[in-house]
């Protein structure tokens, strides 16, 4: 999205016009707002088909559902999920003989939380251009080996490797920490967890409805020329001229289409990402609630799917929606089609027979870079970057791909640069 003399996501809009900067453009190259806070209408229910849940310490969030008039308080079908193996059967990880693990995964965390306090302070800060701490470049399974904590690495995996955020053994531990800081890993141990009546998308959704200028859709960008007269930026509609540009695209998407120096197609060439695929699904002999498959969280199991969601507890016709990861380091990526076929499978063997796909979306999704990179100084070099050429740089990278940690980004992009 690009604004008019100053540039952002909806939260950002509303950002700036309260610093009272009011000539701005929003362009969205979709017919919608709101990216993968995505909540179409199926079967008369709002479904999610992108990000589902906040939790209590999500200020940003809350802040923006409320100058929208959309406040938390959806369906707490969330508070209720269970586990299965790969074949399907039900089990109770942390019941019976496993209590033990349990146990011990409590006592690790406050353990961590301990050691973040004391070795680490800071970790949490929102972006990547505060305090550099080499051991948080390490992929988060040697993070915690190096720090005793390694049990972790189970709970930790239901609300990042399912959520499609990727793999311990190959994400730097400071993407992981940023978004399960202590706070947000103890909400969802307790299952303290936030959704919205009509959906993520209803917040962005409200905030485009409040705003002086709302974000013109359908609107992609085919070029970006900067000089000295201004930011020039070409859509279907022509050639617009503006002051500054706020960039939240992927940044390797725009030095592919932008007059990119050598510095930024050098560093956002560095960029990874995962593709997330989604699947609203009607089935037959619908589960009571939505249920993890931890199993199928690793990168020899892509395609299968690694959570489904019943987003409407003891109702009848709905979907159920499921998530599965179609891409690891090193080996080839698995199409669309592939994925759906595995996840269709899987469901039929699990007795759940599938009727009818309402939805599928395959995401560009949790653009980050390597522990290599990120100990190289990638964050550093891209920060020294915001300003030059009447160009600033936002989005997921710059900080993690939650609704909160993006935001709260935005935020900070408003108050170092225009306050």
Do not use: C
């Not at 499609?164 to 141990?189: H, M, N, R, S």
């Not at 997330?276 to 498959?293: C, E």
């Not at 929606?321 to 759906?340: D, F, H, I, M, Q």
Request: net charge negative; hydrophobic share 35%.
């Amino acid at each position: 999205m690009y604004h008019r003399r100053r540039t952002g996501r909806a939260g950002r809009r509303l950002l700036l016009q309260k610093k009272g900067y009011h000539d701005y453009t929003v362009l969205e190259a979709n017919d919608r707002v709101g990216g993968k806070t995505y909540s179409p209408k199926l079967r008369g229910k709002s479904i999610e088909m992108g990000a589902i849940m906040g939790v209590p310490n999500y200020d940003t969030v809350k802040e923006l559902g409320a100058a929208a008039g959309v406040p938390e308080g959806g369906p707490e079908s969330l508070a209720h999920t269970d586990f299965r193996r790969p074949d399907g059967k039900l089990y109770r990880p942390f019941t019976g003989l496993n209590l033990w693990k349990g146990a011990r995964l409590m006592y690790q965390l406050n353990k961590l939380d301990r050691i973040l306090k004391s070795r680490y302070p800071g970790y949490d800060a929102n972006g990547h251009y505060g305090t550099f701490y080499p051991d948080l470049a390490l992929p988060l399974s040697k993070f915690f080996e190096k720090n005793g904590v390694a049990a972790l690495t189970d709970l930790y995996a239901q609300p990042f490797t399912s959520f499609g955020y990727g793999y311990f053994e190959v994400v730097p531990a400071a993407y992981v920490l940023k978004y399960l800081d202590i706070p947000t890993a103890k909400a969802f141990v307790t299952n303290d967890l936030w959704t919205w009546e009509d959906g993520t998308q209803s917040i962005f959704e409200g905030l485009n409805k409040v705003l002086e200028h709302p974000a013109v859709l359908n609107s992609p960008v085919t070029a970006v020329v900067r000089d000295q007269d201004g930011v020039h930026v070409t859509t279907p509609a022509g050639t617009q001229t503006y002051d500054q540009l706020i960039v939240t695209t992927p940044l390797e998407q725009f030095a592919a289409l932008a007059d990119a120096d050598q510095d930024e197609r050098t560093e956002f060439a560095k960029i990874l990402h995962n593709d997330y695929v989604t699947h609203a699904i009607m089935v037959r002999n619908l589960p009571k609630q939505s249920s993890f498959i931890p199993d199928n969280m690793t990168g020899d199991r892509l395609g299968h799917p690694m959570v489904f969601y019943v987003r409407y507890m003891g109702e009848p016709d709905q979907p159920i929606v499921t998530y599965a990861l179609r891409n690891y380091p090193g080996k080839p990526p698995l199409s669309v089609e592939e994925t759906r076929e595995t996840v269709l499978a899987d469901l039929k063997s699990w007795g759940l027979w599938v009727e009818e796909v309402l939805d599928e979306q395959s995401w560009y999704y949790f653009p980050h870079v390597s522990s290599e990179d990120y100990a190289a100084g990638w964050y550093a070099k891209v920060e020294g970057m915001q300003g030059r050429r009447r160009t600033y740089y936002a989005g997921e990278v710059m900080s993690f791909g939650d609704m909160d940690e993006t935001t709260n980004y935005s935020r900070g992009i408003v108050d170092r640069f225009f306050g």
